[in-house]
T-cell receptor, first 113, second 115 residues
Framework: GENVEQHPSTLSVQEGDSAVIKCTYSDSASNYFPWYKQELGKRPQLIIDIRSNVGEKKDQRIAVTLNKTAKHFSLHITETQPEDSAVYFCATYSGGGADGLTFGKGTHLIIQP | NAGVTQTPKFQVLKTGQSMTLQCAQDMNHEYMSWYRQDPGMGLRLIHY???????DQGEVPNGYNVSRSTTEDFPLRLLSAAPSQTSVYFCASSRIGTGGTGELFFGEGSRLTVL
């Protein structure tokens, strides 16, 4: 089955700096790559996603890039703000096997004032 | 719309007891699923359903049962609770029939402790 590796597990950045979280996956059939944000004690919520026919997607301060050849994708957050502090999960969908997302183990992003 | 509603929010069980986690959605979503979240493990798929009357196993199905008699409800049953099932459980639904290509809407989670 699919294996998703996410790095780093913890990331601390100064407010206003950029943050980058990277994920690699094993199944070359994966074609959908969402990112979810989970604030402490809350439910995960989708913040951005990308499909395999697109290399990059932006939404205000967040962007996702995809390299299908290397089988990795990254989340980029610019001009970080205190409300960006949360755990971020990458995920993939391949359509083979179980019909659901395979999640990475998460990155705890800490924004230092 | 209430979205995805899970009950109970907290539950403590003894080893060997059984219980049902309830999940209901009012968005007329075809796809519903259950994930468990453990520290440092991300979210792992337990069971899912692509429509009423259809269920299938995910990555970690052992010890759990599901049914989907209506579009709205997707209960998760623990048959004989074990300490390894201590976790936070999330129900999630999606508008389209396959769970991986549309936004998943999560419930607030149910924290289960098995002693």
């Amino acid at each position: 089955g699919e294996n998703v590796e996410q790095h780093p597990s913890t990331l601390s950045v100064q407010e206003g700096d950029s943050a980058v979280i990277k994920c690699t996956y094993s199944d070359s059939a994966s074609n959908y790559f969402p990112w979810y944000k989970q604030e402490l004690g809350k439910r995960p919520q989708l913040i951005i996603d990308i499909r395999s026919n697109v290399g990059e997607k932006k939404d205000q301060r967040i962007a996702v890039t995809l390299n299908k050849t290397a089988k990795h994708f990254s989340l980029h957050i610019t001009e970080t703000q205190p409300e960006d502090s949360a755990v971020y999960f990458c995920a993939t969908y391949s359509g083979g096997g179980a019909d659901g997302l395979t999640f990475g183990k998460g990155t705890h992003l800490i924004i230092q004032p | 719309n209430a979205g995805v509603t899970q009950t109970p929010k907290f539950q403590v069980l003894k080893t060997g007891q059984s219980m049902t986690l309830q999940c209901a959605q009012d968005m007329n979503h075809e796809y519903m699923s259950w994930y468990r979240q453990d520290p440092g493990m991300g979210l792992r798929l337990i069971h899912y359903s692509v429509g009423a009357g259809i269920t299938d196993q995910g990555e970690v199905p052992n010890g759990y049962n599901v049914s989907r008699s209506t579009t709205e409800d997707f209960p998760l049953r623990l048959l004989s609770a074990a300490p390894s099932q201590t976790s936070v459980y999330f129900c999630a639904s999606s508008r389209i029939g396959t769970g991986g290509t549309g936004e998943l809407f999560f419930g607030e989670g149910s924290r289960l402790t098995v002693l």
